[in-house]
């Protein structure tokens, strides 16, 4: 089956994790049940990029949530694939966009959302959201509608 899939990572023992930003680590699979809508949530608590002004560490909680179309993205992939932003230098709202983009781009969901709760520093966290739903469809409106009452009900902060 996996090779009917093209997975290269799934049960490979020799991982290696590359530490520049690489979007070309990211696989998918087929998704046997396109006809339903389901979200897929992965957490991701050990995100990490560098500050690009500083160079200083910054680290994340990721939280990807996608309703997926033909494709999905295969977990081992992706965990690699966020491991590469290691040694990244952007902002952390730039962090979650390209994510969102490079998943956009891998599987064509129908919809998909990327919040990144990142740790203080100085004294202030920084939680950028941003989120997306197939032009022309139901999801479309979905998007508009997260985005709207997104943090309606923010959660409470303790220091991370």
Request: charged content about 25%; hydrophobic content about 30%; glycine content about 6%.
């Amino acid at each position: 089956m996996r090779e009917k899939e093209n997975l290269t990572l799934l049960g490979n023992q020799h991982n290696n994790y590359e530490t520049d930003y690489n979007p070309r680590l990211l696989e998918t699979f087929l998704n046997k049940h396109p006809e339903n809508d389901y979200f897929v949530k992965f957490n991701c608590p050990e995100f990490t990029s560098l500050c690009p002004i500083t160079g200083q560490p910054d680290f994340a909680n990721i939280i990807i949530s996608y309703v997926p179309g033909e494709r999905m993205v295969e977990s081992k992939s992706l965990k690699l694939y966020l491991f590469s932003f290691r040694n990244h230098g952007d902002f952390h709202e730039d962090c979650v966009n390209i994510i969102m983009k490079d998943l956009i781009k891998l599987m064509n969901p129908k919809y998909i959302e990327v919040w990144g709760k990142f740790t203080p520093r100085g004294g202030i966290s920084i939680d950028p959201y941003c989120n997306y739903g197939m032009p022309g469809t139901k999801w479309e409106e979905v998007a508009f509608n997260r985005m709207a009452n997104h943090d309606m009900y923010p959660e409470k902060v303790d220091n991370r």
